[in-house]
């Protein structure tokens, strides 16, 4: 790769239940937003099954490019191949490294123990995956698979352990590797600009990006719909500031008012901290949502400083005997309904002893809808101690893309009531 000139990463995921559909691939696109990051542009995520042929061509194929990234296929098992096939892509042959093997045999004797389980039954595995590609380091261990490392020249092969746990804690350890700083050294990490908006349509954002020239000139524009949010992201090289001015500039002259961040935080991790700067608690009653905005903001740490729990009022009866909803109300409404919505939320403030509430009723379907109340139809509402804010909303989609919208939904109307925006 001559110096200027953009490195380019190959990206596969492997494993026949990512095929089959019984897993979301979540690796590719975690190391693809990674690599970008640093300067390294993703060429394109592979997702290959078991069947050796299959991934040889697939390791073949992104052996070409500057980096090879691969998850998955490192385990003890028959069909765990990524090793033995990565040396064959790459020409090289394969050896045991001692200090490798020590390791995993001293994590596969505890796990024996744990089970009561002889040993031996593990010896096959322990040595399948201390099998390493000549010329390859290992450079750590989470569970029993190695992060493995190849230089090929100037290039570079890495193989990573599947679960995303694993690999996301040996990531940036492989970063930091000889080979990997000299690849990394070669790049040119863009600046990267974040606008975070919620309640604008993807079509008008993209017309406002038609409009100003669109993307180019050292700028590159992504622009995501993400669970009822657009997330635009601005890759800007170096030298093409004014360019990425102009289109930040068209971004929020047409949509300006739906900006609520530049950053990368969650918008979990947003509302949790707009009430911690405020010194308020946060608390939740869901009907619709089942627990989603509260599993949303657990998912946070530190959460418990701020949010103290939720009732999840899945029936009638609990809200009337756990928030306080008026039987008149739930009989002249019914539990779908901007009344009751209110009364949940009023309910879950006294009961939880929290400054702030909002609450989640609606319709998801895919049955229970009626043409007065459709499935898709949910009503929010939020309270706290300076007023509060209601929302009707009417989603399309399926139960699971309405569920998590409303969830979502909820979290921003927190956030306008908080923020008074």
């Known amino acids: 790769m001559a110096l200027g000139v953009a490195a380019r990463a190959a990206i596969v995921a492997s494993g026949s239940e990512l095929v089959r559909g019984d897993r979301s691939d979540r690796n590719g696109p975690y190391l693809a937003a990674d690599l970008l990051r640093r300067g390294i542009e993703p060429a394109g995520i592979?997702?290959?099954?078991?069947?050796?042929?299959?991934?040889e061509r697939a390791l073949r194929k992104g052996l070409a490019y500057d980096l090879l990234v691969i998850s998955g296929g490192l385990g003890p098992t028959h069909d765990d191949r990524t090793i033995e096939l990565l040396a064959k892509a790459a020409g090289v042959g394969l050896r045991v490294d001692s200090e490798l093997e020590a390791a995993i045999e001293a994590l596969s004797r505890s796990v024996a123990e744990r089970l009561r389980r002889p040993y031996a039954d593990f010896v096959p595995g322990v040595r399948k995956q201390a099998t390493l590609p000549d010329g390859a380091e290992w450079v750590g261990l989470v569970g029993t698979a190695p992060a493995v490392?190849?230089?090929?020249?100037?290039?570079?092969?890495?193989?990573?352990?599947?679960?995303?746990?694993?690999?996301?804690?040996?990531?940036?350890?492989?970063?930091?590797?000889?080979?990997?700083?000299?690849?990394?050294?070669r790049a040119v990490a863009p600046e990267r600009r974040v606008l975070?908006?919620?309640?604008?349509?993807?079509?008008?954002?993209?017309?406002?990006?038609?409009?100003?020239?669109?993307?180019?000139?050292?700028?590159?524009?992504?622009?995501?719909?993400?669970?009822?949010?657009?997330?635009?992201?601005?890759?800007?090289?170096?030298?093409?500031?004014?360019?990425?001015?102009?289109?930040?500039?068209?971004?929020?002259?047409?949509?300006?008012?739906?900006?609520?961040?530049?950053?990368?935080?969650?918008?979990?991790?947003?509302?949790?901290?707009?009430l911690r700067e405020r010194g308020l608690t946060l608390g939740a009653a869901e009907s619709c949502?089942?627990?989603?905005?509260?599993?949303?903001?657990?998912?946070?740490?530190?959460?418990?400083?701020?949010?103290?729990?939720?009732?999840?009022?899945?029936?009638?009866?609990?809200?009337?005997?756990?928030?306080?909803?008026?039987?008149?109300?739930?009989?002249?409404?019914?539990?779908?309904?901007?009344?009751?919505?209110?009364?949940?939320?009023?309910?879950?403030r006294e009961a939880l002893g929290v400054d702030v509430a909002v609450s989640i009723t609606g319709v998801a379907g895919p049955g229970g809808g009626t043409e007065e109340k459709p499935v898709g139809l949910v009503y929010l509402h939020a309270v706290g101690p300076d007023g509060q804010l209601s929302r009707r909303l009417d989603f399309p989609g399926d139960r699971e893309t309405i569920r998590v919208r409303a969830s979502v939904a909820a979290l921003h109307l927190v956030r306008r009531l908080v923020t008074k925006s």
């Open 196 to 274: 975070r908006m919620f309640g604008v349509s993807e079509s008008s954002v993209a017309k406002a990006l038609a409009d100003a020239g669109g993307d180019g000139d050292g700028v590159t524009v992504t622009i995501c719909a993400r669970e009822f949010e657009l997330h635009i992201d601005l890759f800007v090289q170096p030298g093409a500031d004014a360019r990425a001015d102009e289109l930040e500039h068209a971004f929020e002259e047409a949509a300006g008012p739906y900006v609520f961040s530049r950053d990368e935080r969650s918008t979990a991790e947003l509302v949790l901290d707009l």
């Open 289 to 348: 949502t089942g627990g989603l905005v509260s599993a949303r903001l657990t998912e946070v740490p530190g959460s418990s400083a701020v949010f103290l729990g939720s009732i999840v009022s899945y029936s009638d009866s609990v809200k009337r005997e756990r928030l306080g909803v008026p039987a008149e109300v739930l009989k002249a409404h019914g539990a779908v309904s901007p009344e009751t919505a209110e009364a949940m939320a009023t309910g879950a």
């Open 46 to 55: 592979t997702i290959v099954g078991d069947d050796p042929a299959d991934l």
């Open 149 to 185: 490392v190849l230089p090929l020249g100037d290039r570079v092969a890495v193989a990573l352990p599947g679960p995303p746990r694993e690999l996301q804690e040996l990531w940036p350890t492989v970063c930091g590797t000889a080979p990997m700083r000299r690849l990394l050294e």
